[in-house]
């Protein structure tokens, strides 16, 4: 095509205006000649090549005239805006004459003869696996090695708590040892979205669009401070309160969750029926959550500011609300005195009256609310149930990158796929017991079907509860890679101050200021 043509095409593809197709469904036929794709961004003739029929085939998607399948339109958004218009189809005419580069997708090798995944445990590794080798035909020799093609499924775990696993990243990435795919916790993933550890997503030829069906809150998280989509979630560890029913219907006259939610949907509602709650216990002083820390996981999560802005600590109207309330609840008996999260005592107490309600996730519903039941022949054991609470909240989950060494990019592409977009594979590992799926449409059909019923619960099911808490978590105040640190500095402040060590909330706050200042130095 010539110089003069193409120009000429490109004056018509501006008369014509930027239409609009928005990837949100997918047609079951297509009208173009060639409908097998090469993979390669904008090659959507698939001839190997980037040519204007390939603009024309997108022009001609956009105006109705024919439709692309849906291997077409992973590769047809050019500009990666989430949307195939004709703009993508200018984009490739001013590429094909010489105007602009096409993006820089695909660029990492494919050669290596291991894929390396690491993680602070085995869990993604162990679904990786269980399901993903299974359906690729990857070979198991019997001993839980597997291999594929020349290519060896190598794991690396540190055998820790998320928390407990940053400093061995840090060494591993150090090292120089080979690294293809690794897992991230919200706590600390600010740190690595960035070129030194991650690459881009679009680098692989995935495009943001691919993801339409994911809770935005977890694209929130994944996404650098430019707006670069870098990490990607396979599952929402969405929170929830979950409370004794027995005790709610005594003590309130609750009756339904509906009525539960009613009792505790903000946070000053929250404080009210912890004083009805007392008081209606008596001799009993049953408090209406187990511990602050809960509180905290909820409050801290979806703060509407970031912690840190313009190098300074963000402490706003919130902040001092929630230790004003943490504190008034510790003083009046609200709270359990004295109990740590994840302590034998946290778990007992739920066996007892002395606590009515914990925060819990998603996860936690078999490995806390269970335990904290006594198990299925507790003292508590169906006595339970679960609403949203005073906010929707999100508490831990894993987010998957594609470190810059990666050897094995159509691997690592196809993984990421099909843990975090392809709703067909993500239906098999939504059976894992209160393992939300990041797909909204996966989650709609399990809802939809009425299984996961759960009888610690009392026949509920907790998936409706966290679904509809998915779509309201908001993440306005961005995470920082001070995060961490600063909600720890924060707990320790209010934690001096219901031990007496400051005298006033603005004492607290002042503490806990000077100390997040010398975090972020």
Not at 290 to 308: L, Y
Not at 392 to 400: H, Q, V
Not at 411 to 424: Q, W
Request: charged share 20%; hydrophobic share 35%; proline share 2%.
């Amino acid at each position: 095509m010539n110089i003069k043509k193409a120009t000429a095409a490109i004056a018509a593809l501006l008369l014509i205006g930027v239409q609009t197709y928005t990837i949100n469904a997918v047609s079951d036929n297509s009208m173009l000649v060639n409908s097998s794709v090469s993979g390669k961004m904008g090659d959507i003739d698939g001839d190997g090549e980037i040519t204007s029929n390939d603009a024309l085939n997108i022009l001609q998607s956009v105006t109705g005239i024919s439709d692309l399948n849906d291997e077409q339109k992973k590769i047809a958004d050019i500009d990666s805006d989430g949307e195939i218009t004709s703009a993508d189809a200018l984009y490739i005419l001013q590429a094909v004459v010489g105007l602009r580069e096409m993006p820089d997708t695909g660029k990492l090798p494919s050669d290596g003869d291991k894929l390396t995944i690491v993680s602070w445990n085995t869990e993604f590794a162990d679904m990786v696996k269980n399901y993903y080798c299974e359906d690729r035909g990857w070979t198991d020799d019997g001993n839980g090695n597997f291999t594929k093609d020349g290519v060896t499924l190598n794991v690396v775990s540190f055998s820790k708590s998320s928390a407990e696993s940053l400093d061995d990243y840090y060494r591993y990435f150090i090292s120089g040892n080979d690294i293809d795919i690794y897992c991230m916790s919200n706590e600390w993933i600010c740190r690595f979205l960035n070129d030194n550890y991650s690459v881009p997503l679009s680098d692989m030829g995935i495009s943001e669009s691919e993801f339409v069906n994911q809770y935005q809150y977890t694209k929130d998280i994944g996404t650098d401070e430019t707006g670069v989509l870098r990490a990607v979630a396979p599952q929402c560890s969405v929170g929830g309160f979950a409370y004794r029913t027995d005790l709610a219907q005594e003590y309130l006259g609750v009756k339904s969750p509906e009525q539960m939610q009613e009792k505790v949907k903000d946070w000053n509602t929250f404080l009210e029926t912890a004083e009805e709650v007392y008081n209606a216990s008596g001799d009993r002083k049953t408090a209406l959550t187990t511990t602050f820390s809960g509180m905290w996981q909820a409050f801290s999560a979806t703060r509407p500011t970031p912690w840190v802005m313009d190098n300074k600590v963000v402490i706003d109207d919130t902040v001092t609300g929630f230790v004003d309330m943490a504190h008034t609840m510790y003083e009046k008996g609200y709270v359990c005195p004295d109990i740590r999260q994840w302590t034998t005592d946290w778990y007992s107490q739920g066996q007892t009256d002395n606590t009515m309600g914990y925060f819990i996730s998603s996860w936690g519903i078999k490995t806390i609310l269970e335990k904290a039941a006594g198990g299925e022949n507790g003292a508590t054991y169906g006595k339970w149930g679960l609403v949203r609470g005073p906010q929707d909240y999100y508490s831990g989950s894993t987010w998957l990158a594609v470190a810059p060494k990666c050897d094995n990019a159509d691997i690592a592409a196809d993984i990421i796929r099909y843990f975090t977009a392809d709703s067909e594979s993500m239906k098999k590992f939504a059976d894992k017991p209160e393992y939300i799926v990041n797909n909204k449409e996966v989650m709609q059909d399990i809802v939809a079907s009425g299984t996961n019923i759960n009888e610690n619960l009392g026949g509920q099911n907790p998936y409706a509860v966290f679904m509809e808490a998915a779509e309201n978590i908001h993440i306005a105040g961005n995470p920082t890679e001070y995060d961490t640190d600063i909600k720890s500095a924060l707990q320790s402040a209010l934690y001096n101050y219901n031990n007496g060590n400051y005298n006033s909330t603005e004492e607290a706050i002042e503490a806990f200021k000077s100390n997040a200042e010398r975090i972020i130095e």
